[in-house]
């Protein structure tokens, strides 16, 4: 917990050494640039989601699973499921939690966790409750499951991995932690044989999915400087496994390509991010501290194209669709990008406010590779695709 504090106090010191109010920060973002569109996005559908995110700090990213399914859960404790297709309500609980940590959902479950340190296992099919089960501390990210074990991560470093079906504790592993770190945790990664954990020093571990035991472990990045807000090298993104390749980024760190058996490092890239990558088509998609969208090769890490043309606009991860790669920014314009070449090919903006005012989209976009997914903090979850030529 003092670690945590400690940030809180360190990030409102830097705000009053500012001497900025709220409008002067938001001129310090530029300006959006018109550009001639290649496509137009088409909202199919839009619902409530149920109460969505708190008001502090959360950043509930809705979950899918391989059924067409779509879940949400809300900060009041409200788990919700919808159709992808359509948008249709199949169910909706009030699990009376306080959850902290977003959903995750495989064929079978959907997963969160809770502030109070408790992992909660419901039915996909009716959302009644399978089981629950107790952790050390709140879990900050959404559990994952490969359908034999749920493993989820906590705010003071440990690891849980219980047994799908009963919640049974299967084992447990401890990370030492810095003292200061960013508020947040990446989730797990499972593969059959796999728990890959990214932590907030900077480092992977690969965990035998059996047992626990360390695999291998490498650094995306090491601390530098003399402050402990300097040293900060958090991995709050979740790591990507595209086949046998993880990709992964850190804050004030690097993007690195990891070769996923051995642990092997092919590449790192100087980058700052506390968000996850996407990858796709042999490229890896980055959206830095700075708000500059990069892609860089998959195989080397060398730079393919960058746009800058979002600068300091508190861009989100970026997801990837069809053809394209999608951003939300602080402002609330989601913007569509070419897989290509990372030209603008349309730009929206979601309901809430002016050119410059903030809207309340906290959470990243999300997509099953042909819908894209917007989660406002309102708890409204929308879906579009690309129009069809007419």
């Known amino acids: ?96 939690q306080r959850i902290s940590g977003g959903a995750g959902a495989n064929n079978n479950s959907v997963f969160f966790g809770t502030f ?24 900050a990210s959404a559990p994952a499951s490969n359908g034999e074990i749920v493993v989820a991560n906590t705010i003071d470093g440990r690891v849980f991995a219980f047994a799908a079906e009963t919640g049974e504790l299967l ?5 030492t932690l810095p003292v200061l770190t960013l508020r947040g945790t990446a989730s797990p990664v499972l593969t059959s044989s796999q728990v890959i954990v990214a932590f907030d020093n900077g480092q992977i571990l690969s965990l035998s999915a059996s047992d626990g035991s360390t695999q291998w472990q490498f650094r995306v990045s090491r601390p530098k400087g003399r402050t402990e807000l300097d040293r900060i090298v958090d991995i709050d993104g979740t790591p990507v496994v595209d086949g046998g390749y993880l990709y992964a980024g850190s804050y004030q760190g690097n993007v690195a390509g990891v070769s996923r058996g051995p642990g092997r490092v092919m590449w790192t890239k100087e980058a700052s991010t506390n968000h996850s990558v996407a990858v796709y088509g042999g490229k890896v998609f980055v959206s830095t501290e700075e708000s500059r969208i990069m892609a860089l090769n998959g195989i080397t890490g060398e730079l393919e194209w960058e746009n800058f043309e979002l600068k300091r606009r508190n861009t989100s991860a970026p997801v990837v669709f069809d053809d394209y790669v999608a ?10 990008l070419s897989q290509a070449d990372g030209a603008f090919a349309d730009r929206f903006k979601l309901a809430g406010g002016g050119s410059r005012s903030r809207t309340d989209v906290r959470a990243p976009l999300h997509s099953d590779g042909t819908y894209l997914f917007t989660y406002a903090n309102s708890g409204k979850l929308s879906a579009y695709t690309v129009k069809d030529a007419d």
């Open 327 to 336: 951003v939300v920014d602080g402002f609330g314009y989601v913007h569509v």
């Open 171 to 175: 084992w447990s592993y401890d990370h």
């Open 116 to 139: 109070d340190g408790t992992v909660h296992v419901l039915d996909s099919e009716t959302g009644q409750q399978r089981w629950e089960a107790s952790v050390s501390s709140e879990i």
């Open 1 to 96: 917990m003092l670690r945590f504090l400690l940030l809180l106090v360190t990030v409102a010191g830097l705000v009053a050494c500012g001497s900025k109010d709220a409008k002067e920060i938001d001129l310090e973002a530029v300006d959006l640039i018109d550009f001639e569109k290649t496509i137009e996005m088409d909202k199919l559908w839009s619902r409530s989601g149920g109460s969505g995110q708190d008001k502090p700090f959360s950043r509930f990213t809705p979950a899918l699973d391989g059924k067409g399914n779509i879940y949400t859960v809300g900060y009041k404790g409200d788990v919700n499921a919808f159709a992808v297709a359509t948008g249709k309500k199949i169910w909706s609980v009030d699990t009376k």
